[in-house]
Structure formats: structure tokens, C-alpha cells
């Protein structure tokens, strides 16, 4: 039986076919992690505020008069966006992103 074309940079003699999809996965997850920190600040702060309308939208839907399975799937849809958007940005800020973030709040409400 043939194998499957996509799993084809996975495959060696030596490792079992799980071992390669986790591994796989985990190079994938660390490449996706490395280009989303090379982003900008500002891309950063902007998909972190992406989350904000994504999370109003999850929960503002229920008021819709709509059936009970279509506000589960916008629910699912709209909090799965915006954890989506949290994580990546935070991702793309890093640690010194967030407190750049954080002293710029900071310095913001002290002024008033």
C-alpha cells in the first residue's frame, strides 16, 4: 500500500509513524511560534485587540433570535477566534512586547 504523499517528509526507516506526526506537529508549532514572534509590535497589538470585537460577538449572539444550535456554532466560532487572536498575539508581542504594552498603560493613567 502505497503511502500518503503529505506524510512523506515524516517517514524514515528508524521511527514509528507516531513518532513522526508528533514530531512533525511539534516542528510545525515551534516554525508557526518562531515567524509569529518575528512580527512587528504594532502587528502584535493589533491582533490582540482583534480578540476584543470576537469576544463581544461570542456572547452579544445569544440575543439573536436564533436557534439554539446556531448560537452554539457562532459561540464556538467567535470564542474560538478570539483565543485565537489572544494567543497569537501575545505570541507576537513576547514578554517584552507585554510589559512595552504595560508601561505605556501604565504611563497613560498615570498622566490623567
Avoid at 526507516?13 to 510545525?28: A, H, T, V, Y
Avoid at 456572547?59 to 436557534?67: D, E, G, R, V
Amino acid at each position: 500500500m502505497p503511502r500518503p504523499l503529505f506524510f512523506k517528509h515524516l517517514m524514515s526507516d528508524n521511527n514509528s509513524i507516531e513518532e513522526k506526526r508528533s514530531g512533525g506537529l511539534r516542528q510545525l508549532l515551534t516554525t508557526v511560534k518562531r515567524w509569529l514572534s518575528g512580527l512587528s509590535f504594532r502587528t502584535g497589538v493589533i491582533v490582540l485587540a482583534l480578540c476584543v470585537p470576537c469576544y463581544i460577538f461570542s456572547f452579544a449572539q445569544m440575543a439573536l433570535p436564533i436557534s439554539v444550535k446556531a448560537k452554539g456554532v457562532l459561540w464556538f466560532i467567535f470564542f474560538g477566534l478570539a483565543k485565537t487572536f489572544q494567543y497569537g498575539g501575545l505570541t507576537i508581542l513576547g514578554v517584552e512586547g507585554w510589559r512595552r504594552l504595560k508601561a505605556r498603560f501604565k504611563r497613560n493613567n498615570d498622566s490623567h
